[in-house]
């Protein structure tokens, strides 16, 4: 079998248009990928969303609801309080009138201070609750009352009167009258939103737990993990309670399938075994024919090639995955068939590419492929089958083609050659088999966590790619 190789980087020569697993993933929107969040994610945004919204909307209600009361009540108040200060110190003795403003000053924190020509004010027009209150202090204490935020630099609430002709302020805190303002509000809707937020990541959690479960458990079987994919049958829903109890019986089916299955197979190759050795035997011994001979040999050595395949394909689904070399691999897998001489195989591989499988299960994937493109991907006008073998290393996974330069395969039948018992055109048809070779391939390189695809080439043949995950040295 002439056999070249080569270390250069490969370039994936003759690539296939476009190469299946060299291709990024197509760019979501930004719609679709907020739409793709999660489940987790989405509950809570909703969940946020209704709680936040009512929470605005309560708010809302609630300062509509209590802007007029609030409005008409501080007014009263700051009325009453500049009323009464008038008529106290405009009947009071003038003697006893500076103990009175003195008393006022410790006492109430009220101060009363003559309204100079030159004093600078700003007036109360802070919101419209400020400017209501406002107008009903004007309508209680006469059109000419001036309201102030602030008189010459000093803040506070201000209210300009008269006692007996003469301008005076009046000077108040202001908290006295605005004890739920902005602030407070701010402060209170920040304290509940992030209770609320809280609550809702915490119902989001137990609501998306079972299907977090449900999740794990459904991989798990996928992989062929039965007995690790057992969901916990006494929940507290009646809904999570039955999916987990029809999930559980549903995986114990599947493994007494699956294990139903593999004995199957496995009884009917071994019992196989017996009559073809004795086939054989007899053969050897009764037929003169040298010929005839030589032709029940090569049937009876094809059917023990086809016991062989069953049993590949029965073999269990567990596999204990190490770093392995390619390079050993692929070699290995040249060395067995070097006395075939209607191959041709060009190996292309950096040095030293280490990927995360099975040894025995990748050999076998290898061997498999180089045996389908030699049985049906011989060039045309030749008996020989030319073979490429190339990697290339790419971020955290390992790409891997094995191609030939035969016919190739329709289109339409791409898809299905990897499934079992499948037979493609009679292009690649030529010899007999059991339709299993693929198969095994595919559901090996699966079990490795890998990707297996079939595509045609742009100059003709079938290429096979494998994308398996990169071992770190």
């Known amino acids: ?102 008393a006022m000053a410790e006492q109430e924190r009220v101060r009363i201070a003559p309204h100079e020509p030159s004093d600078r004010y700003v007036l109360l027009d802070d919101d419209a609750l400020d400017r209501r209150i406002v107008s009903a202090l004007e309508s209680r204490l006469g059109a000419g009352t001036v309201v102030a935020s602030a008189v010459n630099g000093e803040p506070g609430l201000w209210v300009g009167f008269t006692i007996n002709g003469d301008p005076n302020w009046l000077q ?109 035997l007899e053969t050897e011994m009764s037929v003169a024919d040298t010929d005839a001979r030589a032709h029940m040999v090569a049937d009876i050595e094809q059917l023990d090639r086809i016991i062989d395949k069953f049993l590949d394909y029965a073999r269990p689904d567990h596999m204990d995955l190490k770093p392995v070399s390619l390079n050993k691999i692929v070699d290995a897998c040249c060395y067995a068939v070097r006395d075939h001489e209607d191959m041709h195989i060009n190996v292309q591989l950096p040095e030293q590419l280490l990927v995360m499988s099975d040894a025995t299960e990748l050999a076998r994937v290898l061997s498999n492929l180089l045996e389908n493109a030699r049985r049906y991907g011989k060039t045309p006008g030749t008996d020989v089958a030319d073979i490429d073998i190339v990697a290339k290393g790419r971020d955290e996974w390992v790409l891997i083609k094995v191609r030939d330069r035969g016919p190739g395969v329709s289109e339409s039948q791409l898809a299905d050659l990897a499934k079992p018992f499948f037979r493609g055109d009679t292009a690649r048809t030529a010899a007999t088999g059991a339709g299993l070779g693929l198969s095994i391939v595919d559901t090996a390189i699966l079990r490795m966590g890998g990707v297996f695809q079939l595509a045609n080439t742009r100059s003709g043949g079938l290429a096979a790619h494998i994308k398996l995950r990169r071992a770190l040295r």
């Open 172 to 280: 108040t805190d202001r908290e006295r009258f605005n004890p739920g303002g902005g602030r407070t509000w701010l402060v209170w809707l920040l304290t509940t939103g992030g209770v609320s937020l809280a609550g809702a990541a915490l119902i989001a959690g137990l609501i998306n737990r079972p299907l977090k479960r449900l999740l794990i458990a459904t991989s798990r079987v996928r992989e062929g993990d039965f007995d690790a994919g057992q969901l916990d049958e006494g929940g507290v829903t009646g809904e999570i309670r039955e999916v987990n109890i029809g999930f559980n019986r549903m995986a114990q089916r599947l493994a007494k399938i699956e294990q139903d299955r593999v004995v199957m197979l496995a009884g009917i190759s071994h019992d196989l075994r017996t009559p073809l050795a004795r086939l054989r």
């Open 1 to 102: 079998m002439p056999f070249s190789r080569s270390t250069q980087p490969p370039d994936f020569p003759d690539a296939t248009s476009p190469a299946p697993l060299e291709l990024l993933p197509p760019k979501k929107s930004m719609v679709r990928s907020l739409l793709a969040i999660n489940m987790f994610w989405r509950t809570f945004i909703l969940l946020a969303v209704l709680l936040l919204g009512s929470m605005l909307a309560w708010l809302k209600t609630m300062r509509e609801l209590e802007f007029e009361p609030r409005a008409l009540q501080t007014a009263q108040q700051i009325a009453a309080l500049v009323n009464l200060s008038r008529a106290a110190l405009q009947y009071a003795d003038p003697i006893a009138r500076v103990s009175l403003l003195k």
